[in-house]
């Protein structure tokens, strides 16, 4: 079984930062993709950037984040971290974690509980 826990969220003000951490326990193997999703109210689940485990990995972002948020791991450490800055409104939403992989053709997708993250003056 594969646990992701996360922290980091809150209320900051536009143009503020946060930064969320996602770490994972459990069977996960060495190669894997970590990112983030968000889901606003009344809105569907969207991913938000997402990192492969390899060195040097592939990194994934949403238009609406690019430049503005940062996607990293510490593979020793089964953590993937996201640096948001010059947050707005439209940023409010519960950020998810998740991870997944294939493994001998079964794929294998988690999610952690959620973590709110609010933007308002």
């Known amino acids: 079984q594969v646990q992701l826990v996360e922290s980091g969220g809150g209320l900051v003000q536009p143009g503020g930062s946060l930064r969320l951490s996602c770490a994972a326990s459990?069977?996960?193997?060495?190669?894997?993709?970590m990112g983030w999703y968000r889901q606003a109210p009344g809105k569907q689940r969207e991913l938000v950037a997402s990192?492969?485990?390899?060195?040097?990995?592939?990194?994934d972002y949403a238009d609406s984040v690019k430049g503005r948020f940062t996607i990293s791991r510490d593979n020793t450490k089964n953590t993937v971290y996201l640096q948001m800055d010059s947050l707005n409104a439209e940023d409010t939403a519960v950020y998810y974690c998740?991870?997944?992989?294939?493994?001998?053709?079964?794929?294998?997708?988690?999610w952690g509980q959620g973590t709110q993250v609010t933007v308002s003056s």
């Open positions: 998740n991870t997944k992989w294939v493994r001998l053709g079964k794929s294998y997708e988690y």
């Open positions: 459990g069977s996960v193997p060495p190669i894997n993709r």
């Open positions: 990192a492969t485990s390899a060195s040097g990995g592939i990194t």
